[in-house]
């Protein structure tokens, strides 16, 4: 989705121009990033121009909206290239108000809005294996009658864009080679919601205790990548869940496959975390495939 974001221009003081536009949206996950006619200095007033901004339009709407703020945007302010806005709409679809402001003088802002979670467009967020004997864990568990493997939600916070949720394949936005600052994850099988513990290791060597029930592990707004992540099924179910798991980095490397609670990370030092795949399954389903 592309938007230029000319519409009804309203003259305002100091020969400036108001644009606005209201887009409705389904639910879902987007980003707002800055796709040309960017300015990379002010004015002489101290405005930076021409610049959006990304709300809530005031109207009735189905779903609720929650923004996030690239670092270094200016509270929702789209003007420079790098900028960007992540809006996760709930519960129904919901309208945003996109509201352009320029000189005379300035070009329109182009804008770019793009869907981000995977729910309704794996294909989009998946990254090919490097290496085919350890193909795809999801890809490995679907070929496998016996695997049965649990339904899961990853959570992660990406670098420029926020939290993105992913119940398929790979979570992240590898392929973008975006690193990841923080994660969740959640099993989605009724009465084992907190059945996954997980920890991590961050750029400057903080390493996390073990994590579960959506507790957050990194974190938000340093700036700060991952750079090793491990899973584990909590003490007293180990007998009858496994899991496995890999990790990309932004080097390329794929590490992994790895089983319950061991280190996954890469052998480049400082190699930033962009991909996490996890596969849970239940031990006497994976005893039934080694049988078979």
Request: with cysteine; net charge negative.
């Amino acid at each position: 989705m592309n938007t230029a974001v000319p519409q009804q221009e309203h003259s305002t003081a100091s020969d400036l121009t108001a644009s606005v536009e209201v887009l409705t949206l389904p639910e879902g996950i987007y980003a707002f990033t800055v796709r040309g006619g960017a300015v990379s200095e002010g004015t002489s007033n101290g405005l930076i121009l021409p610049a959006l901004q990304v709300t809530a339009a005031p109207a009735k709407s189905a779903g609720t909206v929650e923004f996030l703020a690239g670092p270094g945007t200016y509270d929702r302010w789209l003007a420079r290239s790098g900028d960007v806005v992540t809006a996760k709409i709930s519960g129904g679809s919901a309208s945003l108000l996109l509201t352009s402001v320029r000189s005379r003088n300035s070009s329109i802002l182009a804008i770019d809005a793009r869907k981000l979670d995977v729910k309704n467009d794996s294909t989009a967020d998946t990254v090919p294996s490097a290496d085919p004997p350890s193909a795809s864990l999801e890809a490995r568990s679907a070929n496998d009658p016996a695997a049965r493997q649990l339904p899961l939600r990853v959570l992660v916070h990406v670098q420029n864009l926020g939290d993105l949720q992913f119940t398929e394949s790979w979570a992240g936005r590898a392929d973008e080679r975006l690193w990841i600052e923080a994660f969740t994850v959640t099993c989605l099988e009724p009465n084992a919601t907190d059945l996954i513990q997980y920890r991590g290791v961050t750029a400057d060597g903080f390493a996390t205790p073990w994590l579960s029930n959506e507790l957050l592990c990194g974190s938000r707004g340093r700036g700060m990548p991952l750079t090793a992540f491990a899973i584990r099924v909590k003490p007293g179910m180990v007998d009858r869940y496994a899991c496995v798991y890999r990790g990309k980095f932004a080097s390329g490397i794929i590490a992994g496959p790895f089983d319950d609670a061991r280190l996954c990370r890469s052998d480049t030092a400082d190699d930033a975390l962009v991909g996490i795949e996890i596969s849970v399954v239940r031990r006497e389903a994976a005893t039934e495939a080694s049988a078979a």
